[in-house]
């Protein structure tokens, strides 16, 4: 092993299991450093303490309390830099309750100042507005009027900025400040998952728009991330990796050899770490399967692809969560790799589906109640569950379950023994070529109404779909048995789907899904659907 793979297996611990909740997972704070994992972010809820442990652990947070106040209200900023240091410092010694508690205070007692707000807005409302039709005011006397309204226009501006606007401000300007304004980001989303509080959300919102202003494109690099980088930097790629687990270095070298491609945004305030990545594979055909993509067989050369196929993202930030990166990196690297490789013609994904099994458990589970609500003697006032009843199978695939089913799994009707085959130990039906093709015709048909016809507040309801379709992508395909994986198989039965970007129409489709909410998709994949109902007005078709 050469001296750079043994700093990278000296740093990291190469993992194969899923670590798909890495890039959500918020600060770590463990007791043996005091800084924690600062680049994961997630707030570790210890035991209570008690006696003088708890006078000590009060007496804690009341420095960091205090040293938070100074860093808000201080002028002098010739020491301001030390105090910045020693509040970062006490945030990271401080448990899940204090932290809890502070990020509380910093959202109620330094939020902005209503009562001035207030008594502006009746200054405001009290000025007379001068008119250029109104003869009554000479020219003098307007221009005093309208420096009323600039004034008072300046000040409101002031008053609506919070007090905590000063701490990003000042943290912002300040060595590792970006980076711990990310993680206190994360651990105000940790808090949100479990509370609702409205002041920590209006904190969140504030501290989400100035960390989007910060990250601009114009201040991020993009950069083709190499072996010859430092093995801290391909550490991050190992650690962060949340699609496919790089399970060694022979595999992390594949991925940044010949016929492959992987790049990150880099910002100057946060040194030797990508904000988020994007690995590439160079191929003659767009993928079906993460077996063509990442299995030992060597890469086509680099001369011979045409397609350009983006197999993972990965963000490093749980604090930039909500802020699309990934976005401006895809058209990035599209225009890098066209400019470099005028031969590529197609850029498109190889994709997960999160959210799909989850969805098909719950709407098979929901219907076989229904069902069997049907069968049983009802009132008039239980009718109304048939309100609700779907025809989530066909008839011959009812039957074909039905008739399959005898001795392996238990059913009343098709859509429970369904359910019972795809919450099999171990995903028993994927053993079986007999049920492998009897669930997937109503696996695909139902994967297909996922995408067009499921919806969250107008837009798709899968996450990743809603990140490729906004970025101006569209449906090209599903495949089966894409990703046999026990990862692959939990969140979509094994299916996964290519999106396509055409670069002359990324900007359209982006558009027309942000404001209608306009699904764009293959003609194959509406095949899917379009017999058993129309397509709804917002399901446009895209051939």
């Known amino acids: 092993m050469n001296k750079k793979g043994l700093a990278i297996l000296m740093r990291t611990r190469m993992r194969p299991n899923d670590r798909t909740k890495l890039s959500l997972s918020p600060l770590s704070n463990s007791q043996g450093d005091p800084h924690g994992n600062q680049s994961i972010g997630r707030i570790i809820k210890h035991a209570p303490v008690e006696g003088n442990e708890k006078l000590s652990t009060e007496r804690e947070f009341e420095l960091v309390r205090e040293s938070m106040h100074s860093a808000i209200s201080m002028n002098k900023t010739e020491v301001l830099d030390a105090v910045l240091n020693d509040f970062s410092s006490g945030y990271f010694s401080l448990d899940y309750e204090n932290r809890r508690r502070l990020l509380l205070a910093l959202a109620k007692e330094y939020d902005l100042n209503r009562t001035q707000v207030r008594e502006l807005l009746k200054q405001y409302l009290g000025l007379e507005l001068p008119s250029g039709e109104d003869a009554q005011f000479s020219g003098l006397e307007e221009e005093g009027l309208l420096s009323a309204f600039y004034r008072i226009e300046r000040n409101l501006r002031h008053a609506l900025k919070p007090l905590y606007e000063v701490l990003f401000e000042r943290l912002n300007t300040h060595p590792g400040g970006l980076r711990f304004l990310s993680i206190l980001r994360a651990d105000i989303l940790s808090i949100l998952t479990e509370e609702n509080i409205a002041s920590l959300r209006a904190l969140d919102s504030y501290l989400k728009e100035k960390l989007s202003t910060w990250l601009s494109p114009a201040a991020l ?247 490729h379709l906004q970025n101006g992508a569209m449906i090209e395909r599903i495949n089966w048995m894409a990703d046999r994986s026990e990862k692959g198989l939990h969140q979509s039965g094994g299916i996964m789907v290519n999106y396509v970007y055409r670069p002359e129409n990324i900007e359209e489709f982006a558009q027309s899904y942000f404001s209608k909410g306009h699904i764009r998709a293959s003609a194959d994949l509406h095949q899917y659907v379009e017999d058993l109902e129309p397509l709804k007005e917002n399901e446009q078709r895209t051939v």
Not at 311 to 322: D, E, F, K, M, W
Not at 431 to 456: D, G, H, T, V, W
Request: hydrophobic letters at 40%.
């Open 221 to 467: 690099e993009l950069h083709q991330i190499t072996w010859d980088d430092p093995a801290s930097l391909l550490e991050k790629i190992v650690a962060y990796e949340a699609v496919h687990p790089i399970s060694n270095l022979i595999d992390l070298k594949r991925r940044l050899g010949v016929g492959r491609r992987c790049f990150g945004y880099l910002h100057p305030a946060i040194p030797g770490e990508p904000l988020i990545f994007i690995e590439v594979a160079l191929l003659k055909n767009v993928a079906q399967t993460v077996q063509e993509v990442l299995w030992n067989e060597p890469p086509i050369p680099e001369s011979e692809a045409t397609c350009a196929l983006f197999y993972s993202i990965s963000s490093t930030q749980p604090g930039l969560s909500g802020i699309n990166l990934g976005k401006f990196l895809i058209k990035r690297v599209i225009t890098l790799v066209k400019r470099d490789m005028p031969q590529i013609s197609t850029f498109a994904t190889l994709s997960p589906i999160p959210g799909f099994m989850q969805w098909l458990l719950s709407k098979l589970a929901s219907q076989s109640k229904f069902a069997e609500a049907e069968d049983m003697p009802q009132s008039s006032a239980d009718r109304s569950s048939s309100t609700f009843r779907e025809n989530i199978l066909e008839p011959e695939e009812e039957k074909a379950l039905m008739d399959s089913s005898m001795g392996i799994a238990a059913g009343t009707n098709g859509m429970e023994v369904m359910l019972s085959l795809l919450t099999s130990t171990n995903h028993e039906w994927t053993n079986s070529a007999e049920f492998l093709s009897i669930l997937k015709p109503p696996l695909m048909r139902l994967c297909a109404r996922y995408f067009l016809q499921e919806k969250k507040r107008g837009k798709a309801l899968d996450s990743v779909a809603n990140f």
